[in-house]
Every structure is written in structure tokens, then in C-alpha cells.
DNA sequence: CTACTTTTTACGCCATGGCGTAACAATCGA
DNA sequence: TCGATTGTTACGCCATGGCGTAAAAAGTAG
């Protein structure tokens, strides 16, 4: 699991895909996170007008964080093994 | 330059250092992103209330790119350099 | 097919982001 | 030190996110 992104749907999808390999609900992360179930629908269906708060409250409920990188960027892991 | 960030603030020191690295002001990545000056400070000052689409905008104009990645996660490339 | 779970969408409401514009503060070069 | 560039903050305005609540739609197990 390490998914790039520059744009709000490749977020949401990210998001839903790390959701989903947790084997959890959008109604766990809701409990997590005190939003509701309808912004983390809408956040994962690519909502680009989200809240960077409600991003990273939903990534904190998931175990994730951002790496910010360069585009088209360095060394890949994979590149390595 | 590759920044990790959990938190606005993270997000906002990474964004402005990348942005002094490629020699440019805020005034510069207003023009190239249609987003006013007091927008880009205020993101970079560690606005959590920020629009996704804003923070997007700021960092395809650094040609930055989002990474999500586990937290406390995998090998990281200074560990085998 | 049916019942249950999960996700999506809607309505009214309040809070706030980002806009234009502008002034103020801070930083920097000569 | 001073003028100029850069960054921060403010005001009024409009648009919209996220809230509570609720219902509809989609997906899943039996």
C-alpha cells in the first residue's frame, strides 16, 4: 500500500483502497474521526473541495500520512528490489 | 526534497521550503495558479481549513506530488544510504 | 428473492475558505 | 539607513463544506 496522487480522486481512492484492505467501513472510520459518513463518501468519491483537516483526519484514522515528492520524482523502491 | 506530513502545518513548511528552493515567491505561484497571495501564505502558514483543490494547485505548480504512504512504514531510502 | 449492511444523496443550517481590494509588516538589496 | 520587494492581515461578499437528520440506492449474505 503507497499510492501517488495530484489529484483528489486519486486521494479518494487511495483512501477507500487502504479502508478496504483494513477490512473496515466508512460508519469505523466515522467513529474514528467524529465526520460523518457522508464526507468520508464524499471524500472518497474525489471531493476536491474537502477540507486538507478532513483529509488528514481520515489518513490519521487509516495509518497513513503524505510524502510529498518530486514529480515524475527520485529513486522508487521498487526500483531498488 | 521529500517531506513527510500529518499535519497542516507539515504540509505548509513543505510547500514553502520547496517553493524558496525553486528561487520563487508567492507572488509567482499565485500567477501560475490562479489562487491569490494571501491564499498561499495562509496554506503555508498551516491553514488545516484549506480546500484540497487549493493545496492540489500549489503543489502541481512546484511540480510536487502526494505519496500515501503507512505511517511508521516501510524501508525508508536513507536507510540504505 | 429477501433481509441486512454499507454507501450515497438530500435538505436546512452555520461556519469559513477564497475572492477583490487594500493596507500593513517584514525582509532584503543598494 | 532607505526604498523596494515580499509576505501577512483585514473587510465585505459569495460559494460551499460539514453538521444533524433522514431516506434512497447499492452491495452482500442467507
Given at each position: 500500500?503507497?499510492?501517488?496522487a495530484r489529484t483528489a480522486?486519486?486521494?479518494?481512492?487511495?483512501?477507500?483502497?487502504?479502508?478496504?484492505?483494513?477490512?473496515?467501513?466508512?460508519?469505523?472510520?466515522?467513529?474514528?474521526?467524529?465526520?460523518?459518513?457522508?464526507?468520508?463518501?464524499?471524500?472518497?468519491?474525489?471531493?476536491?473541495?474537502?477540507?486538507?483537516?478532513?483529509?488528514l483526519a481520515v489518513m490519521?484514522?487509516l495509518g497513513l500520512e503524505?510524502?510529498?515528492?518530486?514529480?515524475?520524482?527520485?529513486?522508487?523502491?521498487?526500483?531498488?528490489?
Amino acid at each position: 500500500m503507497d499510492l501517488t496522487a495530484r489529484t483528489a480522486e486519486k486521494i479518494g481512492e487511495a483512501l477507500r483502497r487502504t479502508r478496504k484492505a483494513r477490512g473496515w467501513t466508512q460508519s469505523d472510520i466515522s467513529a474514528r474521526t467524529n465526520l460523518r459518513v457522508a464526507t468520508i463518501s464524499s471524500l472518497e468519491n474525489g471531493d476536491a473541495g474537502a477540507k486538507l483537516a478532513t483529509v488528514l483526519a481520515v489518513m490519521a484514522a487509516l495509518g497513513l500520512e503524505f510524502r510529498l515528492v518530486e514529480r515524475g520524482g527520485s529513486l522508487e523502491i521498487e526500483d531498488i528490489f
